[in-house]
């Protein structure tokens, strides 16, 4: 078969949210048929639907086995997908629907949070030979011994990319609630504009950040198999924002989003003494505990005493403090303190990496305002600064203004 | 494995309507591993899941597939079995749940009342030999292109009594919401009383006259395959009424059972000429049109003219008068005509195969009352008549009173 006519399509969950929805889905992929192509399509579960079957599953325990999570939730993609398939026949387009088990979606036996190891195209090249939409189960695979697993939350947008990449297609259409990637959140800056393009690692960034539209793990495909993504609207027929490979952007900004979230606090450990070993083991115990540690600054003091300040989720901070507080005797250091009313604002731009004193640039853009910065932390694309939660969105607004308006 | 200590138990969909009756089900199946049984669980979809599912269909097509209408059934046994083996691990007990396709259920390829062709026993002995409670989600199956099938409407009934046939148990529960097989409709006849027995053919020929508490084909399975089948409910721990093999049963009633039904018509053309393949052919019509014909009566009149009486559902009505109307002209017949306002009154009992005289001695209590039998037939263990529906609940109750509550 001929990869450059199929065409892979995601519908997320608000886009088949109902039958009218679904019908409209359907509408949609006629219309890619009559432009002469076959055409992939994954679905996610409707609407709220896996919510849904979560409130159900907590209503009969508050600690579920992750294996039969993954059997219940696995369920709400399978029904949509039969009735995209119906809808499909219901205006004379033959199409077949497959569960992640039909079309041997292969993962590891990692339930809830599963990496998929292989998939088999066979059944899905015969049924586009014979002229069928073919319409997948997003979200789900087995592993080795046959039990159903999950990608975990978003996983979809990984099926969808994942597939694109073995039936070599150049294109994955991904359908969402969002028409595309804006520079900055709409809700807050007004001025915000959709990205026609953005490069798989700023993508990869914004959705670090937590601005991200799709799926980290289906952006990190999308790169190794060279896959362009088009995150766009089911709500109309604009185009969206085609995540691709940098080398073939037409433009690149110097910063192409700006992004905010409050959802973390930092924790400092001050005065301990500066010797190998002390963060590895801080660290260590954090991550023994699944507690996931964002920005992370080391500064030296004096008498080689050393602070370490870092950000973990809201929610961890408890249980942070807690492990802390007890290395922190054994450290010898003088005190150990949080700070949650803070913003991580961040700047994301593959334009940073050849461009010179973007850094400087905005310290001096906090400073005029007298905002100041906690802590900073930079890769090759990106710099994110903690600042007091209260100048979230002045800082928001302001290097929107100074870097994205005046592009 | 011991074959004996397996017991199979099916729990329909208002065993498992909620999380609170899917935490009793789970208690129920713990005090089975408390009297050393290994525990093999065939569940429904939860209350009306099946139905919503339908009626989501509905909205998306008035024609849905056959393949996508069992590809978006079979999704509500697999979230039940999911929920109950969370269930199962919130008390302690090691439970795994597996799809028709993950036990290799197979089945034809008749979508939506598919035939099981055989089921694999390895995963089933597998687990319960690691102690852990299987559970399987019922009415389900693929065909031998990893299709998913399902068995028909109230097919989970089958899927427990295979199940019990493969794994060469003698017992087989079924829990539904109503706790045994009783003589009468307790809703007419108030000294209806619950049967401790009752044979294969009974259970048959009461499931054919619309009052079967159980799937025929269940019912078929288990007469092959020598399986006692206990009807109980899920809501007490009452015996219920256990289906078995009429040379084990203890006591054999000349009438187990009476029933009435009233959502059929009868149909009569009258003097057709009485010559070979005149039934044939009007018989063979309706089959075409998937029109279901009960009871058949043929009379012979004057001059070799003969009328034909019949009854079809209700709602095949209109049909079966146009075909009878077209095909009563071809025939040379005097006329068609119709009667909705029909009941058809059964009493059901193996005692009947050795006991003379019940036939007459029911169309005497007819008489009695001056009910007119207008059809009657009858067969090894049954006799049907067709009266005027306005005598129906008073013919059940003079049946009932005369065979039921005199033995």
């Known amino acids: 078969m001929d990869s450059s006519k199929i065409i892979v399509q995601k519908y997320g969950g608000t886009s088949v949210k109902s039958p009218e929805r679904i019908k409209a889905v359907a509408e949609r992929i006629r219309s890619y048929r009559e432009k002469g192509f076959s055409v992939v399509v994954v679905v996610s579960a409707m609407g ?14 508050q600690n579920p086995s992750k294996r039969e999570m993954d059997m219940l939730l696995s369920t709400g993609e399978q029904v949509s997908c039969a009735l995209l398939a119906m809808a499909l026949h219901e205006i004379n387009i033959d199409a077949v629907s497959y569960t992640g088990s039909q079309i041997k979606m292969m993962t590891d036996g990692n339930f ?5 190891a292989g998939i088999s195209t066979d059944r899905i090249f015969k049924s586009l030979s014979d002229n069928k939409v073919v319409i997948i189960a997003g979200f789900q695979g087995i592993d080795e011994d046959d039990n159903i697993t999950t990608l975990g939350r978003g996983g979809s947008d990984t099926t969808a990319v994942a597939l694109a990449a073995v039936l070599k297609t150049r294109d994955c259409e991904i359908y969402t609630d969002v028409d595309g990637v804006y520079t900055a959140d709409p809700r807050i800056v007004s001025s915000t504009r959709k990205l026609k393009e953005i490069s798989y690692d700023e993508m990869l ?9 799709l799926h980290s793990r289906s952006v990190e495909f999308a790169k190794k198999f060279n896959i362009r993504v088009h995150v766009r609207s089911s709500f109309s027929y604009d185009e969206g924002t085609i995540v691709m490979p940098v080398e073939e952007m037409m433009e690149k900004f110097i910063i192409s ?11 400092t450990i001050r005065e301990i003494p500066d010797k190998p070993g002390i963060s590895a ?15 992370i600054v080391q500064s030296t003091g004096q008498d080689n005493r050393a602070s370490i300040s870092f950000t973990v989720k809201k929610e961890d901070l408890k249980k942070t403090m807690e492990i802390c507080t007890e290395l922190n005797k054994e450290f010898g250091g003088t005190s150990v303190d949080s700070k949650e009313n803070i913003a991580i604002v ?9 461009s010179y004193g973007v ?14 910065i906690e802590m900073i932390s930079t890769s090759e694309i990106g710099i994110s600064c903690v600042i007091d939660s209260i100048y979230a969105e002045l800082a928001l607004k302001i290097l929107h203004k100074t870097f994205v308006d005046a592009e």
């Not at 709220?48 to 325990?61: F, P, R």
């Not at 809830?112 to 998929?116: D, F, T």
């Not at 960034?205 to 539209?213: D, I, S």
Request: glycine share 12%; charged share 25%; hydrophobic share 40%.
């Open 359 to 372: 850094a400087g640039k905005i310290f001096g853009v906090f400073s005029d305002q007298n905002i100041n």
């Open 281 to 295: 083991r801080l660290f260590n115990e954090l991550g023994k505990e699944k507690i996931y540690v964002n920005m």
């Open 257 to 267: 989003g700006i992004t905010s979230k409050q959802d973390e606090a930092k924790v």
């Open 346 to 354: 961040s700047a994301v731009g593959v334009g940073m990496l050849s």
């Open 205 to 213: 960034e914004l959705a670090r950040l937590g601005a991200g539209v």
């Open 112 to 116: 809830s949070n599963a990496k998929i």
């Open 48 to 61: 709220k639907t896996t919510d849904d079957l979560i409130g159900l599953a907590k209503q009969v325990t």
